[in-house]
């Protein structure tokens, strides 16, 4: 199974999210749909970045490597660097 890592961003609270899952589709839809708690207080999240794992642990190693740099430009030069690529 492949695991994602992934980036969404909400224009109305201009907050990024970060997290993992094996099915990007139906996490996005979890996180409009309130299901999430963090990301429950708006239905606008767009996903902006996504990189593939081939396991569970890589990508939740992904995930907090993101998170511990506690940055937005990181998050924010992350989705450049993809979009260059």
Known sequence: M???VYIIYSAFLDKFY???TSDLKKRLLEHNTGISDFTSKTSDWEMKYTESFPDRQLAMKREKEIKKKKSRRYIEWIITQQMKG
Do not use: Q, T
Request: hydrophobic share 65%.
């Open 2 to 4: 492949i695991f994602f």
């Open 18 to 20: 970060v997290g993992y």
